[in-house]
């Protein structure tokens, strides 16, 4: 057995009914296990009671949800309606019984389980054991617990769900050990079981389902915990390996490919998950809330947005402006006083087809335009670098809409929002964004904005009713507003609030920096 706590940088050794959504909160509880035995009882009745003390607040003080797919448009595959989170502020495994399994399946989004004592990993049978202290008395008896559980956080979406790997927790007497996994490696922290299958690929996925779960269920761990994968991905550890470094100080575990057994002092398996984008202060130990989440964005990205500063100072030149109109008086005249507007450009389905038009009037206002085009190559740092220098975001709605993470508090989101995708729009990424303090525009588009203006009778339901059709299902919404419709914007209309962000955002900039004069 080699004891060792690998860090960065070393090399390994070799050797569903939705509606009505019941309570299901479990400890030693539900699965299966042998009962022959009296002492084995008490095991699980000591444990049970432990789990219940622990789990009692949500039972008591938090209401029963509901669910309703009729409620959910899936636009974009982006998550379900907003539905309440039945949660505690104090992590519900933070007094686990050594030797049990508590699981937590009230909510929704995703199942949850704890397990404490003497955690060994045996990934060829795709299970994690938890031993209790021997105990004569159940010396013939072999499991005392079993629950499964597929660690990913949208449980309520079977057909994902039935694409992701499930894990056998298993608690068993520890006169076994001698026998069977022995320790490969062993850990001196906690670690953390979740999946990167799913829907991982896509951006607001991947933080909606994945980072930031990740964070709300980690954090207080304070980097002292290792992440074990399924469904690895080696794309994904390099494209986040800046925040995976912010949240642990070890490397991550493919548990599939690395058949060694890893020993933990404890293990949460699954991911905690708090709503669309968000972190819920209340649910929270030490009140962490998205503005944290945000400002450990803002040091995991620092070095690179540093190096490339660096790299772009020999390069940039400060261009000449054209001088704003009168009734723009307002703004500084020195270009780097300019308030800074992104636009984040499509290319496609629901682009914006006077897009130069756009940056035009922009520019005229007396914004310093940049317009950021997105792709699967460009690196996260850089869209950073991008946003967080900003200080108005244009973007139509869609998945890249997941970046107004990158935004400082205060700062001026306008998201333009096609036919048929109000709901989504708002729920997905216009209230997030107010919870992170920004002063967020939602602009719905008049029907003659829309290009299915020219597609259909102006009298159809695409055109006169969008709810109507959008609840006919996804495939619905998904063929007629998402992949079938550009945006001509009405200018002298969008004129209106881009007029009203920039007086908003050059009061708050002087109101920063009084002292600045104009040059």
Not at 70 to 95: H, L, M, R, W
Not at 173 to 195: E, G, R, W, Y
Not at 450 to 469: E, G, H, I
Request: hydrophobic share 35%; charged share 25%.
């Amino acid at each position: 057995m080699v004891y060792h706590q690998r860090r960065k940088g070393e090399k390994p050794t070799e050797d569903e009914d939705e509606e009505g959504q019941s309570l299901a909160m479990e400890c030693a509880s539900s699965g299966y296990y042998k009962r022959s035995r009296p002492k084995l009882l008490t095991f699980l009745f000591i444990s049970l009671l432990s789990c219940s003390f622990i789990l009692a607040p949500h039972l008591i003080f938090s209401p029963v949800t509901t669910f309703s797919l009729s409620q959910s448009p899936q636009v974009e595959n982006e998550g379900p309606s907003t539905a309440a989170v039945i949660d505690a502020k104090a992590p519900f495994y933070s007094s686990v019984t050594n030797g049990a399994i508590c699981c937590d399946r009230s909510s929704i989004r995703s199942d949850v389980c704890t397990m404490k004592g003497d955690v060994r990993t045996h990934s060829p049978s795709s299970s994690i054991f938890v031993y209790e202290s021997q105990d004569e008395a159940v010396k013939n008896e072999e499991d005392l617990q079993h629950e499964k559980i597929k660690p990913y956080t949208r449980k309520w979406e079977t057909n994902i769900m039935d694409t992701i790997d499930e894990l056998d927790l298993i608690a068993k007497k520890n006169t076994l050990i001698m026998n069977h996994h022995k320790c490969d490696v062993q850990h001196d922290v906690p670690a953390v079981f979740f999946s990167t299958g799913g829907y991982t690929g896509n951006v607001y996925h991947e933080f909606n389902d994945g980072i930031m779960p990740l964070y709300i269920t980690s954090q207080h761990f304070n980097k002292k915990v290792v992440f074990v994968i399924l469904e690895f991905h080696n794309w994904w550890v390099m494209k986040y390996s800046d925040i995976l470094s912010h949240l642990s100080d070890y490397p991550v575990i493919d548990f599939r490919t690395d058949n060694r057994v890893h020993c933990f002092p404890e293990a949460i398996v699954g991911l905690k998950i708090h709503d669309e984008l968000t972190v819920d202060s209340s649910l929270m130990e030490g009140n962490a809330s998205i503005v944290e989440f945000r400002n450990l964005l803002d040091r995991a990205y620092r070095p690179q947005i540093r190096s490339l500063m660096h790299q772009h100072a020999k390069l940039s030149v400060v261009p000449k402006l054209k001088k704003p109109s009168r009734i723009r008086r307002k703004v500084q005249e020195h270009p780097f006083n300019k308030p800074k507007l992104v636009i984040i450009s499509r290319n496609g389905s629901r682009a914006i087809t006077n897009e130069n038009l756009l940056v035009k009037m922009a520019e005229k206002i007396g914004f310093q335009v940049q317009v950021l085009r997105p792709d699967s190559r460009t690196m996260l740092a850089e869209i950073y670098w991008a946003l967080n220098s900003s200080d108005v975001m244009i973007g139509v709605h869609g998945a890249a809409m997941t970046h107004f993470l990158f935004m400082k508090p205060g700062s001026v989101f306008i998201q333009v929002i096609p036919l048929g995708t109000e709901w989504a729009a708002e729920a997905y990424y216009g209230e997030p964004a107010k919870k992170l303090g920004l002063n967020y525009i939602g602009y719905q588009i008049l029907t003659k904005e829309s290009s299915l203006y020219d597609k259909y009778d102006k009298d159809d339901p695409v055109l006169k009713d969008p709810r109507s059709v959008t609840r006919k299902g996804w495939q619905y919404t998904k063929t007629i507003y998402l992949e079938d419709q550009t945006v001509r914007l009405h200018l002298p209309r969008f004129q209106k609030q881009l007029v009203g962000a920039f007086d908003y955002t050059v009061d708050r900039l002087n109101q920063q920096s009084p002292n600045i004069q104009s040059h």
